[in-house]
């Protein structure tokens, strides 16, 4: 067997792939129809959410020690520096600490990549595999904490909030630059595009698909902006 291939590949939009996207939107389905339930007893929930935020630590720290375990953690491809694992652990810590600062970076860069990134997921393991359910897992979590914190905690989004998140992008993008330069990585994508296909493939070569990637981002966080804003209404953070 060639290294790094499993007898359960992940294939694209297959019944596998599709059966657990429409699982996730019946997750968020409910998570909107039970929003005013929830919403009257937000201040209870507070419990609940810690338990989810270190449900979603410990399914992190788990694939880490697997990575680390099956000789596949390396400097240039491990370290959580994808857009999706910086938003996974700002989701964390405003499940943890309920920080007003850290929403609009989960709303906007957290449900925008992790949308793309389910989309057009870079997975070569499928279901049953370990690895399937962390994908899918921590980044279904990254989406419904911050519907969650919109249409339970009543968070509205404002266009400032989209500004800001390009700026918190743009600021770390040297950095990312930075380490991939050192360690020979990929990180965020700003080398070269994923090999399996994803939205990367429709805004032109290297390096110009990032300067179409800022566009794309400021799209997308403002489609985001405008079917949420309307949703929240007085915050009861």
Known sequence: MEAGR???????????????????????????????????????????????????????????????????????????LELCSISLFVSIVLLLTGNRHLIDFVIFAGIGGALQAMATPVLDMSFPHFRFFHFFYTHAGIIVTGLYFVWVKGYEPTFKGVMKTMLIINAIVPFILAVNWLFDGNYMFLRMKPHNGSLLDFLG?????????????????????????RRGSKAVL
């Open 205 to 229: 070569p290297y390096p110009w698909y990032i300067l179409s990637l800022e566009a794309v981002a400021f799209i997308i966080f403002s489609v985001i902006w405008l079917v949420l804003r």
């Open 6 to 80: 499993t007898d359960s590949q992940f294939v694209m939009f297959s019944l596998v792939h599709l059966s657990v996207l429409s699982f996730i939107v019946i997750i968020v389905i409910l998570l909107f129809m039970q929003r005013k339930r929830l919403r009257e007893c937000v201040h209870r929930l507070n419990m609940a959410e810690r338990y989810f935020a270190l449900s979603l630590l410990a399914m992190d720290i788990s694939y880490h020690i697997w990575l680390i375990s099956t000789g596949r953690w390396g400097l240039d491809d491990s370290l959580p």
